[in-house]
C-alpha cells in the first residue's frame, strides 16, 4: 500500500498524512498515529475503549531479541476496503484512541540545545 492508496483509502473519513517508519508507514490525523502499515497489512490504534470493535483481527506484534512485542495497533478488518461508512467509524475510533493515549502521555521536553521560541 503506497501513500495515494492510503490517501485515497482514507479519503471518506478526512485528510491524513503518511509518513515513512519502522520498515512501514504511519498515518496521522490531527497530530496522532492513527494507523501503521507493515508488511502489507493495516494496523489501527486501539485502547480498552475500542477493542471491542477489532474483536477477532490480528494485532500488530514484532520480535525484539528472544521476546514478542504485542502492541495496541489492530488488523483493520477486510470489510473496511469495500465499505467507506464502515471505514470512517473505525478511523474515527482509532483517532479517538489516539487521543486519549497522548492526552495521558507527559509533555515533550525540548531537546538539549534546542531553544524554545519566546
Do not use: H
Not at 492508496?5 to 490525523?29: C, E, H, I, S, Y
Not at 486501539?46 to 477477532?56: L, R, V, Y
Amino acid at each position: 500500500m503506497d501513500e495515494a492508496d492510503l490517501q485515497d483509502l482514507f479519503a471518506p473519513f478526512g485528510p491524513v498524512t503518511v509518513n515513512r517508519m519502522f520498515g512501514g508507514k504511519g498515518v496521522w490525523a490531527d497530530g496522532v498515529m492513527i494507523a501503521l502499515v507493515a508488511y502489507g497489512e493495516l494496523y489501527m490504534k486501539t485502547d480498552a475503549a475500542n477493542a471491542p470493535m477489532f474483536e477477532g483481527e490480528a494485532p500488530f506484534s514484532f520480535r525484539r531479541g528472544e521476546k514478542t512485542i504485542t502492541t495496541n495497533l489492530v488488523k483493520l478488518p477486510a470489510a473496511c476496503f469495500d465499505d467507506a461508512d464502515m471505514l470512517v467509524r473505525y478511523a474515527a475510533s482509532s483517532l479517538e484512541a489516539a487521543r486519549r493515549s497522548a492526552a495521558k502521555k507527559p509533555p515533550r521536553r525540548a531537546r538539549r540545545g534546542v531553544r524554545k521560541e519566546r
